[in-house]
Nanobody, 124 residues
């Protein structure tokens, strides 16, 4: 069982940066692939980025590639999403998710554990 708690969201102007954090409880954190997803009002939840248990494999949605960076610290049981050059289209609730497998996948249904989300609002 893994419990996830996100933090770091906020309301910002376009062009600035934010760093989201997600801290997990439970054992064997390195066994889990972690993902970041986001959901805007009226839209489906979409994959943003993912990182394998060892951190050796990462994936990004095309819309954030080159602007966002995912990383993890297994000693701290934490995963981070550094978001640079934010644009209004990044406005959404951001969720951290975990799956007990080592490959990064983009489908949210393949993630078993979810945090409560943190809101990011970017104004122009």
């Amino acid at each position: 069982q893994v419990q996830l708690v996100e933090s770091g969201g906020g309301s910002v102007q376009a062009g600035v940066s934010l760093r989201l954090s997600c801290v997990a409880s439970g054992r064997t954190f390195s066994w889990y692939t972690l993902g970041w997803f986001r959901q805007a009002p009226g839209k489906e939840r979409e994959f943003v980025s993912g990182i394998s248990g060892t951190g050796g494999s990462t994936d990004y949605a095309n819309s954030v590639k080159g602007r966002f960076t995912i990383s993890r610290d297994n000693a701290k049981k934490a995963v981070y999403l550094q978001m640079n050059r934010l644009v209004p289209e990044d406005t959404a609730a951001y969720y951290c998710a975990a799956r007990s497998a080592q490959n990064v996948v983009r489908s949210p249904v393949l993630y078993s554990y979810w945090g409560q989300g943190t809101q990011v609002t970017v104004s122009s």
